[in-house]
T-cell receptor, first 113, second 110 residues
Framework: DVKVTQSSRYLVKRTGEKVFLECVQD?????MFWYRQDPGLGLRLIYF???????EKGDIPEGYSVSREKKERFSLILESASTNQTSMYLC????????????FGPGTRLTVL | GQQVMQIPQYQHVQEGEDFTTYCNSS?????IQWYKQRPGGHPVFLIQ?????EVKKQKRLTFQFGEAKKNSSLHITATQTTDVGTYFC??????????FGTGTRLKVLA
């Protein structure tokens, strides 16, 4: 079974803080993704990576950056957290083929005060 | 840009009633995937459709891919309380990524 873990289930930060969300997978998948989920808006892609040190912007990259130094680890960074970044953040992984299934982590509910 | 919309956004049904959610893409899709997210959980893959007009069944769930490959539907027959959750469709966008629909949140009243 694919296992995708995220560093925290719940996180509370203050405006202006730097926030790190980490995702680790154990299935040797090439692709990794960061989404945010908000009511009525579905899952929106922030960034994705198809290889180590490679990253591509998704649909809503503003205010975020990512890092992938190792194949199994994909980090999402909020350089200066703002209240409009309060959301559920989901990490996912998949194989390289476009028809491969995406496997999601449990999610991190981030609240920025 | 490419958009994937789902309707309805919410649906409340009595247990035993049928339920359908519809997924519409602004562009033709090479395939479509469906995911289910239980309350408090994360999305879990249900099925993938690839061929035009394809129909697949999983017990009480029936998935359909439109002839033009721009729409899809998920129909649940005789809903049960275990069907509660949010159902998402997702279509490929570019080489590596998918666009997810807005989701349909299903509530089943016992």
């Amino acid at each position: 079974d694919v296992k995708v873990t995220q560093s925290s289930r719940y996180l509370v930060k203050r405006t202006g803080e730097k926030v790190f969300l980490e995702c680790v997978q154990d299935m040797d998948h090439e692709n990794m993704f960061w989404y945010r989920q908000d009511p009525g808006l579905g899952l929106r892609l922030i960034y994705f990576s198809y290889d180590v040190k490679m990253k591509e912007k998704g649909d809503i990259p503003e205010g975020y950056s990512v890092s992938r130094e190792k194949k199994e680890r994909f980090s999402l960074i909020l350089e200066s957290a703002s209240t409009n970044q309060t959301s559920m953040y989901l990490c996912a992984t998949s194989g390289l083929a476009l028809t491969d299934t995406q496997y999601f982590g449990p999610g991190t509910r981030l609240t920025v005060l | 840009g490419q958009q994937v919309m789902q309707i309805p956004q919410y649906q409340h049904v009595q247990e035993g009633e049928d339920f359908t959610t519809y997924c519409n893409s602004s562009t033709t899709l090479s395939n479509i995937q469906w995911y289910k997210q239980r309350p408090g959980g994360h999305p879990v893959f249900l099925i993938q459709l690839v061929k035009s007009g394809e129909v697949k069944k999983q017990k009480r769930l029936t998935f359909q891919f439109g002839e033009a490959k721009k729409n899809s539907s998920l129909h649940i027959t005789a809903t049960q309380t275990t069907d509660v959750g949010t159902y998402f469709c997702a279509g490929p966008s570019g080489t590596y990524k998918y666009i997810f629909g807005t989701g349909t949140r299903l509530k089943v009243l016992a």
